[in-house]
Structure formats: C-alpha cells, structure tokens
C-alpha cells in the first residue's frame, strides 16, 4: 500500500435517475453495503456501512502501523481503545 493518497479518473455511467461510477480493482473497498458523504465542499467520501469492515479498512489504513514485507503489523488498535 502507497504512503501517498492516489488517484484515478473515471466516467459516470447515467443508468435511468442514477449515476454510476466504477472503484477500479486496485483501490480496496470491504464489504458489500458503503455509505457515501458528500461535504460542504463537494467532495465525495465512500466507506464501507458494515462496522467489522471499517474495522478492516482502519487496519489496513492505519497511518500508525508498522510495515514489514508489505504486511501491517499494528501499533494502534481501534478496537483495544489504546490510540
């Protein structure tokens, strides 16, 4: 996983009253339901609805985490309320 925030530009796809835009298989998403937010600001946030999923995401995402052979090998954890 990249240090650095990435970005990808797509299309949106108009199907009926509805837009669509596809998360490319390189971006990683858990789940099967998201939430979407949209700020003040226009910009639009997606994270997974399910909790045990964000928990997945904040594991993987942890800014704090140690990294050793591509795997995260935790310094903080949500769960144990020790951050």
Do not use: C, Y
Not at 28 to 53: K, M, N, T, Y
């Amino acid at each position: 996983m990249s240090a650095i925030a990435r970005e990808h530009r797509s299309r949106i796809i108009k199907e009926g009253n509805r837009r669509l835009v596809a998360i490319p298989d390189d971006f990683f998403l858990e789940g099967e339901e998201i939430v979407i937010v949209q700020d003040r600001d226009g910009v639009i946030s997606v994270h997974p609805a399910e909790e045990a999923e964000r928990e997945a995401m904040w594991a993987r995402f942890n800014p704090f985490i140690v990294w050793k052979d591509g795997i995260g090998q935790g310094l903080l954890s949500r769960t144990n309320n020790n951050w």
